[in-house]
């Protein structure tokens, strides 16, 4: 609907093209037709895939599969025939994809040589951590898709004496040539990684040596890391404010790291006095030790849970994980192609060509905008990376931090959006009152709960399980 090199706004006085036509269809015809036919059955065999599975007699053999890796590889080939306008870089975006491949089979072949049977609690637990990397998988590939077609700065929309029709701005402009192709190959990197994360993770025997290994992991952390490199070259047409964004990466892991230290040392005074974390001689350390040694394990890795059932805090951990997944991800969805794509659009004169135009109509809306929609991108991206940290998993005080970001991350995208939504300071400011009182009836709501709880407890025990689930 929206193809890569824009529409013409005009129709040729020669009848070549009519207004509404696709600029590529006539500056590179064979380039868009590869697009279009592979974008067409990418779009087609995953309407197919979505009407297979809602039966489970469609699903039994290797069908269903066919189907998923025809709909991956039709949108690597759209990508590679969309994304640029020379052949040697379509044959590189390609090649991305297939270096990925080669790293995951070495790192499993050396890391991996025992084909020892898994239990069934392992496997389990390999599912569980496919599920997370597939829906990682699946934000970087869609936001990076869209992005990679309809880069930062838009295209020309007419030929002029240096630059011609259904071209990148960025890239015919010789001050942003090295900031565009810095975007480019950030994102071209990160999407051909979730690509091949997701082509591998189709299958239980690939994924499962490979996330046992970590090798999904290590290519997971580079699409999200190449994620921030695009969105850092290409959400901005200065230094300063790229090496910024970098720097709130630094910012929001110090903050976390500072926050774990505060929390861990306030964990350890209020443990050390009633014996829980002491290793000497006394019936209650005797007591954990013997308990921990009668533990059985299922992985080399310690668990913190010594009994044979889930404890309700392990169970509230791993509920609190997908919560804070499910809204760092959020976050970086949106904000990535906010970043890139600016309200109020982007100039197309040569001089100012790529700036946004909010920057020079209203300097300070912009850069509110900018600053709060950065701030919330880099923190949802930081959560998502620790969040993908197996040895971090089980620590309760790192998810309150992660906690704490995420609620940083939510005011960020709050003040974007109230400063880029409109072009006055009091429409501005009724977004912010919105949120404000959405905020205060919760509060209130909480106060009536707590009070009318006094009352009668019994009655209303499972009413707020049920808020809070919800």
């Known amino acids: 609907m929206d193809p890569p090199g824009g529409v013409w706004q005009e129709a040729d006085e020669q009848g070549r093209y009519k207004a509404g036509d696709p600029i590529l269809l006539f500056k590179h015809a064979a380039r868009y037709k590869a697009f279009f036919y592979c974008n067409s059955t990418a779009f087609v065999a995953s309407l197919v895939v979505i009407l297979m599975v809602q039966n489970k007699s469609l699903m039994s053999g290797h069908v269903l599969e066919v189907a998923m890796i025809l709909d991956l590889f039709g949108l690597i080939g ?38 020892e049977d898994l239990s069934n609690e392992e496997k389990r637990r390999i599912d569980k951590r496919r599920k997370r990397l597939l829906l990682l998988a699946i934000l970087v590939a869609t936001i990076t898709y869209q992005a990679g077609l309809t880069p930062p700065g838009g295209f020309w929309t007419k030929d002029g004496p240096k630059y011609s029709a259904g071209s990148p701005v960025l890239e015919d402009h010789d001050e942003y040539r090295r900031r565009y192709l810095a975007f480019f190959y950030f994102n071209s990197t990160s999407f051909m990684a979730s690509m091949a994360l997701i082509v591998m993770l189709v299958n239980p025997n690939l994924y499962r040596p490979g996330i046992r290994c970590y090798a999904l992991y290590v290519c997971m952390v580079v699409a999200l890391f190449g994620l921030m490199g695009a969105y850092a070259a290409g959400c901005a047409r ?82 609190r994980r997908k919560y804070l997944m ?42 509110a905008f900018f600053y709060c929609n950065s701030t919330s991108f880099v923190a949802s991206v930081v959560v ?87």
């Open 326 to 367: 499910l809204l760092a991800i959020l976050a970086a969805s949106v904000t990535y192609q906010a970043g890139l794509k600016p309200p109020g659009g982007v100039s197309e004169r040569w001089a100012t060509a790529g700036n946004s135009l909010l920057r020079r109509s209203d300097l300070a809306r912009f850069r």
């Open 384 to 470: 998502i990376v620790l969040l993908l940290q197996e040895s971090l998993q089980d620590h309760a005080l790192l998810l309150y931090a992660m906690n704490t970001a995420i609620v940083l991350d939510l005011l960020g995208l709050l003040g974007a959006y109230a400063a880029g939504s409109s072009r006055e300071w009091d429409t501005s400011g009724y977004v912010i009152a919105l949120a404000a009182a959405v905020l205060a009836y919760v509060g209130i709501h909480l106060v009536l709960w707590m009070l009318g709880g006094r009352r009668g407890r019994g009655r209303v025990a499972s009413v707020p399980q049920q808020l809070l689930s919800c």
């Open 78 to 115: 759209a990508y590679a025939a969309g994304s640029c306008r020379e052949v040697s870089t379509s044959i590189y975006v390609v090649a991305l994809a297939g270096a990925v491949l080669v790293y995951v089979v070495i790192h499993v072949v050396f890391f991996t040589l025992d084909n």
């Open 238 to 319: 200065q230094l300063r404010t790229s090496i910024y964004v970098f720097v709130l990466v630094g910012a929001v892991v110090a903050f976390i790291v500072v926050q774990l230290l505060v929390f861990f040392k306030f964990f350890e005074s209020c443990a050390t006095p009633d014996g829980e974390n002491g290793s000497s001689s006394g019936s209650s350390a005797a007591a954990g030790s013997s308990s921990k040694a009668n533990t059985p394990s299922s992985s080399s890795r310690p668990r913190r849970g010594s009994s044979p059932k889930p404890r309700p805090s392990t169970e509230a951990t791993s509920r």
